[in-house]
């Protein structure tokens, strides 16, 4: 094996003194040093490249290919790190009731990353106090987000949440679940609209919307809708001159193209959904004329090198990651269920009814293996869906859903629902009283609900029914990290996680690039396994202290 490599700082190029094999695999894993490959003597060796002192190869070498300097922080789309300031092209997706926690967010930041706070289900005063928080610990130099999701059954909250993030003066958002645009979501985006000193729109708040369906990527794509302008000039919140340059912004620059993913997800599968979603943002652009580039991310499935390299490489700007995070050490969950995701197999996940569109028959991806969840909130849809009012279910079944669902009378949950929507949303209790179908999908909605929270806490007599929410991509990562030190939940943090994940595409990139070149690639070759945070400090200048502080 090749026990050093000489300085780039040579006149000439030096033959690395190693046999090729080795030799590529540890050149394709510098990835910030230039190769050339040459043909000598019927065979491909490695030269280190400084192309500034560079006069030609050696003797009778011919070119065969170049292996360019391909970092980390060079991947996707230069125009996303720019806007968001950000050394590398990643970003911590929200997960619900604080699953992306305040420790999540922080360590991204402080990494170079983007992490956003899963604000969604979380009370009003738990996410001005993760604004609180993450104000004194990261202050304004580094970036960060919160979540803002589509609420289609409590929109008073939705508007609650939006009139939070522009008093507190949250200038990032990840808009998510969206089935359609919203009047709040638009009074987040054209909130504070002025012209620069070249008369360009400047929009201070700024929306990172993660989509899987074409119909709802092309309204964020879009200006906001005329409609929800004239709304908010006739309420005072714009001017008619702000709604005049909103017509000239879109909704969002950065769009997220959502494949197969935990939670909320279409399972569209990535390869497809992330070209559609790229064409779209062409069409729009040529329409639109924006004075700044429309961008396409990608998620759902982003969980090793050969996800992320296959996403950059189709076009994506930026990488969005969810599952591998919840099971790290800084998720906002227990320790019960970050071992459970660890044990993740492919197998292992499934569908369920979603606790915040129940009624409209919306489902989410979950972890099957170790509870019961999926199975038995597919049951309470199908009472909602054959019945009209709790009274209506049979007795043997009412009791069954009492002792093993619920464990104790619908009654008393209902006592439990209308108590939480007294201060939540106290619409919610007077529909109920007047239609028993909707005071059903509350009490069924409890079960959903809970059973998030009873996984976050670890509550150890409720373990049959968590609800954890993961996609395939959970199972991809436990796959290639098996045997290495991030086998076992207890070592995964989420920087070590993300560096591996970009070091890792950085080097496929780079080999792929060979490839196309006509060199080939022998079998086994690069050999990516995890690596522990010093090791990769010392090879992409990442300073550990990040992680820790």
């Keep these: 094996m090749i026990?050093?490599?000489?300085?780039?700082?040579?006149?000439?190029?030096?033959?690395?003194?190693?046999?090729?094999?080795?030799?590529?695999?540890?050149?394709l894993c510098r990835v910030g040093d230039p190769f050339l490959i040459v043909e000598r003597e019927g065979s491909h060796a490695l030269l280190e490249w400084d192309l500034a002192a560079w006069d030609g190869p050696l003797g009778g070498d011919r070119v065969a290919g170049v292996l360019p300097s391909c970092r980390p922080e060079d991947l996707g789309d230069v125009s996303f790190r720019e806007a968001h300031r950000l050394r590398f092209p990643y970003v911590a997706g929200a997960m619900a009731n604080g699953i992306a926690s305040a420790e999540i967010v922080e360590a991204m930041?402080?990494?170079?990353?983007?992490?956003?706070?899963?604000?969604?289900?979380?009370?009003?005063?738990?996410?001005?106090?993760?604004?609180?928080?993450?104000?004194?610990?990261?202050?304004?130099?580094?970036?960060?987000?919160?979540?803002?999701?589509?609420?289609?059954?409590?929109?008073?909250?939705?508007?609650?949440?939006?009139?939070?993030?522009?008093?507190?003066?949250?200038?990032?958002?990840?808009?998510?679940?969206?089935?359609?645009?919203?009047?709040?979501?638009?009074?987040?985006?054209?909130?504070?609209?002025?012209?620069?000193?070249?008369?360009?729109?400047?929009?201070?708040?700024?929306?990172?919307?993660?989509v899987s369906r074409v119909e709802v990527a092309s309204k964020f794509l879009a200006p906001p809708p005329a409609k929800f302008l004239r709304e908010l000039v006739a309420s005072g919140e714009i001017t008619s001159e702000q709604a005049t340059w909103a017509a000239r912004i879109p909704m969002a620059d950065d769009v997220t193209a959502e494949a197969d993913s935990g939670g909320h997800t279409d399972n569209q599968p990535a390869i497809v959904l992330l070209p559609t979603m790229l064409a779209l943002r062409d069409r729009m652009q040529a329409e639109h004329n924006y004075d700044r580039p429309l961008r396409i991310g990608a998620a759902g499935g982003i969980s090793s090198p050969w996800s992320a390299a296959g996403a950059l490489a189709m076009g994506a700007a930026y990488l969005v990651t969810g599952s591998v995070n919840q099971a790290c050490v800084e998720a906002g969950t227990s320790d019960p269920v970050r071992k459970m995701l660890a044990e993740a197999r492919q197998a292992d996940i499934a569908m369920a009814p979603a606790a915040d569109m129940f009624e409209m028959g919306v489902k989410v991806q979950v972890l099957k293996r170790g509870t019961m969840f999926a199975m038995r909130a597919g049951k309470l849809f199908e009472f909602y869906r054959g019945y009209d009012a709790i009274e209506q279910i049979p007795a043997a079944d009412r009791a069954m859903l009492e002792k093993n669902f619920f464990r104790a009378p619908l009654d008393t949950i209902w006592d439990q629902t209308r108590a939480y929507f007294q201060t939540?949303?106290?619409?919610?209790?007077?529909?109920?009283?007047?239609?028993?179908?909707?005071?059903?999908?509350?009490?069924?909605?409890?079960?959903?609900?809970?059973?998030?929270?009873?996984a976050n806490a670890g509550e150890p007599t409720r373990a049959v029914d968590y609800q954890i929410w993961c996609g395939p991509a959970m199972a991809a990562f436990n796959d290639w990290v098996r045997g290495s030190f991030l086998e076992r939940a207890e070592n995964r943090r989420v920087v070590t996680v993300a560096l591996n994940i970009l070091y890792g595409a950085a080097v496929l990139t780079r080999a792929?690039?060979?490839?196309?070149?006509?060199?080939?690639?022998?079998?086994?070759?690069?050999?990516l396994v995890p690596l522990e945070l010093p090791e990769l400090e010392e090879r992409l200048n990442i300073p550990v202290a990040r992680e820790r502080a």
């Design 3 to 27: 026990g050093s490599f000489l300085s780039r700082g040579v006149e000439r190029p030096v033959v690395i003194p190693a046999t090729y094999e080795e030799t590529l695999d540890q050149a």
């Design 109 to 210: 930041g402080r990494a170079g990353m983007l992490g956003i706070f899963g604000a969604a289900g979380l009370p009003l005063a738990a996410v001005e106090a993760a604004i609180d928080r993450l104000e004194r610990t990261l202050g304004p130099s580094i970036p960060y987000g919160f979540n803002l999701i589509h609420s289609p059954n409590e929109p008073e909250l939705e508007a609650a949440v939006v009139a939070l993030y522009l008093r507190r003066g949250v200038k990032l958002v990840e808009a998510s679940a969206y089935l359609d645009l919203t009047l709040p979501v638009v009074r987040y985006r054209v909130h504070g609209l002025r012209l620069d000193g070249a008369g360009q729109v400047v929009a201070p708040n700024r929306i990172i919307a993660k």
């Design 424 to 454: 939540r949303d106290p619409a919610q209790i007077e529909r109920g009283t007047r239609d028993p179908k909707h005071k059903m999908a509350l009490i069924f909605r409890w079960y959903l609900g809970q059973s998030s929270h009873w």
């Design 512 to 527: 792929r690039g060979l490839g196309g070149q006509g060199i080939a690639i022998p079998a086994g070759t690069p050999r």
